[in-house]
Nanobody, 115 residues
Framework: QVQLVESGGGLVQPGGSLRLSCAAS????????MGWYRQAPGKQRELVAA???????NYADSVKGRFTISADNAKNTVYLQMNSLKPEDTAVYYC?????????WGQGTQVTVAS
């Protein structure tokens, strides 16, 4: 199994920034892809950004140029730096990993963009 613990959500004004963190533990050596999804009220969960082992990141069109996904392998942590936030970025953000043991999700962290 892989356990994921997210942190970093909160309330921010439009144009502001937040950084989300997702710390992985357990069978981390089985992970080959890590990413972030989000789900706004009344909407389906959607991919925000993801990166595969040895590969480059990919982003949803709506966040390109504003969000950056990165990883610190020494800390087994993946980050999502979110800049120039907009009200439409308001959602619960979930960390997600694909591993040889299957797919795993974090508990979610709320991001609210409002003035």
């Amino acid at each position: 199994q892989v356990q994921l613990v997210e942190s970093g959500g909160g309330l921010v004004q439009p144009g502001g920034s937040l950084r989300l963190s997702c710390a992985a533990s357990g069978n981390i050596f089985t992970i080959y892809r890590m990413g972030w999804y989000r789900q706004a009220p009344g909407k389906q969960r959607e991919l925000v950004a993801a990166m595969a082992s040895g590969g480059g990141p990919n982003y949803a069109d709506s966040v390109k140029g504003r969000f950056t996904i990165s990883a610190d392998n020494a800390k087994n942590t993946v980050y999502l730096q979110m800049n120039s936030l907009k009200p439409e970025d308001t959602a619960v953000y979930y960390c997600h990993v694909m591993s040889r043991l299957g797919a795993f999700w974090g508990q979610g962290t709320q991001v609210t963009v409002a003035s």
